[in-house]
């Protein structure tokens, strides 16, 4: 048996790359540029601002990732003396529910469209398992088939029946390799 599924979310969400944003204007005319996180959820980062054709740097970011909530403090300076805080929540489909509080007492709501920021594992599995008659002379203790010179055959399943190897693998669990192999024999042919 094998397939796939989708795993949990990784714990932490990934935000690195370029944001286009909206300021609820309808106009996309502000981008975080170059944000990169680092495994600890610390995030630095550029601001651009369209000037006419130009795309010019309005900034400096620096902030975090916590839970699924992102924060980044901008600093204009050594230009401008002006300073704000961005904070938004992280979803699947982008930077939602966003204020941006700047130095002169404005709040502004935006939101922002960018790199895909949730992570999932795609897990991939196998399974194998061989199961063979138990012998007519085998005796079963506490759960496992033992042969006639108490021999673990394998673990007992649908009644008369033993395991005598099974192999599982699965890349979101850590399952890897060989779980059970017989004592005895694990070859089909053996019995």
Not at 89 to 113: E, P, R, V, Y
Request: aromatic share 14%.
């Amino acid at each position: 048996m094998s397939g796939q599924y989708d795993g949990e979310e990784i714990v932490s969400w990934n935000v690195s790359g370029t944001w286009l944003l909206d300021f609820n204007s309808g106009i996309d005319n502000r981008v975080f540029r170059n944000l990169i996180q680092d495994e600890e959820g610390k995030v630095t980062g550029e601001f651009y601002y369209l000037s006419g054709e130009n795309w010019l740097k309005g900034g400096t970011l620096v902030g975090n990732v916590v839970g699924d909530v992102l924060t980044l403090h901008y600093d204009r300076a050594p230009d401008f003396d002006y300073t704000g805080d961005f904070i938004a929540t992280i979803t699947t489909t982008g930077l939602t529910g966003g204020i941006f509080t700047d130095s002169h007492n404005n709040n502004l709501i935006w939101t922002a469209m960018g790199v895909e920021p949730a992570i999932y594992n795609t897990c991939s599995w196998n399974y194998f398992v061989k199961i063979v008659a138990a012998p007519s002379d085998a005796k079963l203790e506490g759960g496992y088939w033992k042969s006639s010179d108490g021999e673990e055959i394998g673990p007992a399943i649908w009644g008369e029946f033993a395991i005598i190897q099974e192999v599982s693998n699965d890349t979101c669990t850590g399952d890897h390799g060989l779980l059970y192999k017989s004592l005895v024999r694990a070859g089909l042919g053996n019995w």
